[in-house]
């Protein structure tokens, strides 16, 4: 299991051996990262939490991986308090529950990864939570390792190679060098800022959205809790429809009062212009921190992470490394698979 900031994404082996990534009950590839506890005590998961949240956001989770940083985290819904293992609980029997659903029969093991922003802390947690599916958790490993699998797997000698992992998430951006050789993965140097994930693309959005209505209206859309969470939604499909178009709208709406926003990309870009140098800083500092001075020192590019997909920003690594991104797996798939091919080598290598 990957579990994203944003979105979750579950991996499995089918009869053949072969991975693939395991449908949830919507038929998607992917699962909002959203809890809602409604008032009959029901708990809505992924697309239906999503589609909730706006309507009662004390009701909602929608931040669970950036709660995980803080001490004591929880949220009020309704009288009950709910902190964070028992979301991260509810999520992985949820994801468990659709491989057993797509399968016909439940998995046993599991593996997870961690991003490089995670402390122990946060491990303890996902450890815990996972547990309570009542699988054997084999173990978790770093995200920028379990990205590399995949590639280092495709490698038809024992010649090492160094590679860069350029992970965008919802939540931080991270980096990495590993060194592969036929499956056999080391991280070199690695580090991530949690103030260049893909949710200050999306703050970028939202706030010129905001600006604009209050502009028009005389009100603040981030004065109301339900307004607040609905502008973030909406602003995070439009930063996806901007990787994939030149243009976008957007509809805010707050009080009775309705907005379109119109978004072009290359203003988009513009504004991300701190964004951008700030992720080639971080790419230059975890070179030298892998003891590497030139970039043609590395041998490939891996691109992991849904942010990955903004235009801009494949632009920047390609510009930066003088190399294209490795193809084959989907960003978002990449972090899920590779976990599975290291967990059922932990499994094997430890009895």
Not at 211 to 229: C, L, S, T
Not at 253 to 265: A, D, E, I, N, S
Request: proline content about 4%; hydrophobic content about 45%; aromatic content about 6%.
């Amino acid at each position: 299991i990957d579990l994203g900031a944003a979105k979750a994404v579950v991996a499995r082996f089918d009869e053949d051996g072969r991975h693939e990534i395991v449908p949830n009950e919507d038929d998607d590839l992917s699962t909002p990262m959203q809890v809602f506890f409604d008032e009959d005590g029901e708990q809505l998961v992924g697309r239906e939490a999503r589609a909730m949240a706006p309507s009662a956001p004390d009701r909602a989770v929608v931040d669970l991986k950036e709660k995980m940083l803080e001490d004591g985290a929880q949220w009020q819904a309704g009288e009950q308090t709910i902190e964070v293992p028992e979301v991260l609980s509810i999520m992985f029997k949820r994801l468990v529950t659709f491989v057993t659903e797509h399968a016909g029969e439940a998995p046993t093991h599991l593996a997870l990864a961690a991003p490089a922003w995670f402390g122990d802390s946060q491990r303890a947690m996902l450890k815990a939570a996972a547990e309570t599916t009542g699988l054997s958790l084999v173990g978790i490993t770093e995200e920028a390792l379990a990205a590399a699998v995949p590639y280092s797997l495709r490698l038809n000698d024992l010649k090492p190679r160094r590679a860069l992992v350029f992970d965008c998430g919802h939540a931080a951006l991270g980096v990495a060098v590993v060194r592969c050789a036929a499956g056999d993965i080391q991280i070199m140097a690695q580090d991530a800022d949690t103030n260049l994930g893909s949710a200050k693309w999306d703050a970028l959005i939202a706030d010129e959205s905001a600006r604009k209505f209050k502009e028009k209206f005389g009100i603040d859309p981030w004065d109301d809790p339900g307004a607040a969470v609905d502008l973030r939604l909406r602003a995070e499909d439009a930063k996806r429809s901007l990787s994939q178009r030149a243009q976008c709208t957007l509809v805010v709406t707050c009080g009775g009062k309705t907005l379109k926003v119109g978004f072009k990309r290359s203003g988009f870009e513009k504004a991300a212009g701190k964004l951008l140098r700030g992720a080639k800083a971080l790419m230059t500092e975890v070179l030298a921190e892998a003891g590497l001075i030139r970039w043609s020192e590395i041998d490939a590019v891996i691109l992991t992470g849904g942010g990955s997909r903004t235009p801009s920003l494949r632009r920047l690594v390609i510009e930066v490394t003088g190399r294209k991104p490795e193809r084959g797996i989907q960003p978002e798939e990449g972090v899920a698979i590779g976990a599975l091919y290291w967990g059922i080598g932990e499994r094997h290598r430890t009895g």
